[in-house]
């Protein structure tokens, strides 16, 4: 008996090819990695606008900036407070040294952030920052290599050398390690030698340039993100031209997480908790018509504290912790707008509130703005004095007016009732009660405020209401914001007018 063999057959259709390779596989892309933007602005003075809108658009984390120009002095106030307007940011930024340069860099906040300054050098700007969220770090340097010219005299071998010595201190550092910057090579180019030494060196150093389409609108690979070669954690890299310059917004997804939304402690009242009926009831109590002061200081200074005092027990302050996230404005806050008010909505959408910008000084801040504001009329009162000459060489004519104005008259309670009720629901900070709750009160309050306004009659105004709250208001924003430029906007208390 003969037993045969079959020879072992391979089905190869049913075989899977596999691909082996030395590059490590990329981290997928989930709702925790954080998204970094590299952008050659090329002057960030008049691209705030556009800035701010690309980190809310594209909803990112970090934004490198390169060719900043800004100056490290008090001109780049106004632009810094414009890119700081997005409050979930904060904007580190290393000036520049000649012309063109500067770098900067737009981190979310709720990063745990450090920046060295000890690494500095000729050939090219740096921006060092160690940037932790939860337990990854992540080591962040932002670069841009002026190109070699008459005026800057760098050669590209001593650029290397420079770079040599910042990677060996940067590659011990703990965490990924990611370079972000314009160098100013020609990368995609093959025969371009000077780009050929750099890629050598970042091969020799075991890195990485992740940057694969064209950066700049003349065709080149200028803008590189660059990694150690055995780290894996950048992904999705994306070119788009969509902003104002000549180089592109590189974008990317890194596998560091998210950090957590900010939070700040605010101070509010629970108004509309406020039952009416009793607040009243407690005003007319410690209000009464018939008992109110003769003096009007005194009436005045009754009525304030009365007021302040029942507005802390029926409603008073609590401290909480807020999260501040990003708006996203609806439809329906435009709808029925008459055209002012559709273009303002649409400009608080566009451009938010612009921060108050301030000069350099924190507690004496008030004293000196009063010091300059009295010696500025002080100083023009005398100018004025010292304009005139001392005797008059023109006769003034001596007229006598045939309508003066010799008292005032009284209002009535209606119209005191009339005046509230058709009035703007605007308060001020100086108020005793929030003007909503004033005009639901109206009905017991009528009496003391027109009481109040009689004092007229005698010509004499309570101190009290000769306070107001005074701003002091930038004149433009591109100006130097210590106070010379400022004027002053003043507010008053809405019961006082």
Known sequence: MQIHHKSPIRDRPNLVPIVCTCE???????QFNSKLALWNCRSIISKAS???????????DNLVLTETWLNGDTRDKPVIADITNNLNHNFIHVPRYGRGDGVGVMLRKGYHVKQFTDNKFNSFENLDLSISSGSTNLHLVSIYRPPTSNKHRVTTSTFLGDLS??????????????????????????????????????DSTSLKQHVTTTTHKQGNILDL???????????????TFDLPSDHAMV????????????KILVNHRKLRSVNIKDLQHDIRSLLPPTKLPENIDEQVNLYNTTLQGLLDRHAPKHTRLVTLRPHAPWFNDVEGCDDCDFFCVVNKFVNGKKPTILPSMDDALPDAF????????????????????????????????????????????????????????KSCT??????????????????????????????????????????????????????????????RSVHHQ
Do not use: W
């Open 24 to 30: 490590p596989e990329q981290q997928p892309i989930t």
């Open 165 to 202: 010595r910042y990677i060996e201190t940067l590659t011990i550092s703990p965490g990924h390690l990611l370079l972000a910057g314009d160098f100013n090579f020609h990368v995609d180019v093959p025969d371009d030698s000077d780009a050929s030494s750099f890629l050598d060196f970042l």
């Open 225 to 239: 993100l660059i990694t150690k070669a055995s780290d894996n954690f950048i992904s999705s890299t994306k070119v």
């Open 370 to 425: 009063l010091r300059f504001f009295s010696t500025k009329i002080d100083d023009l009162q005398a100018s004025l004095d010292e304009a005139l000459p001392s005797q008059l060489s023109v006769d003034l004519p001596t007229q006598l007016c045939s309508n003066m104005l010799t008292n005032f008259s009284t209002i009535t309670h209606d119209t005191t009732r009339d005046i509230i009720m058709n009035s703007s629901t």
């Open 50 to 60: 556009g800035i701010c809108d690309a980190v809310s658009s594209e909803k990112l």
């Open 430 to 491: 100086l108020d005793p009660l929030p003007t909503c709750i004033l005009k639901d009160c109206l009905d017991v309050l009528v009496d003391p405020i027109t009481s109040i306004n009689s004092s007229i009659l005698t010509g004499q105004v309570p101190s009290t209401l000769k306070t107001a709250r005074v701003t002091p208001v930038i004149k433009k924003r591109t100006l130097d914001p210590e106070f010379v430029c400022r004027g002053q906007r003043g507010s």
């Open 251 to 262: 974008t990317c997804h890194l596998a560091v997480p998210r950090p957590k939304p900010t």
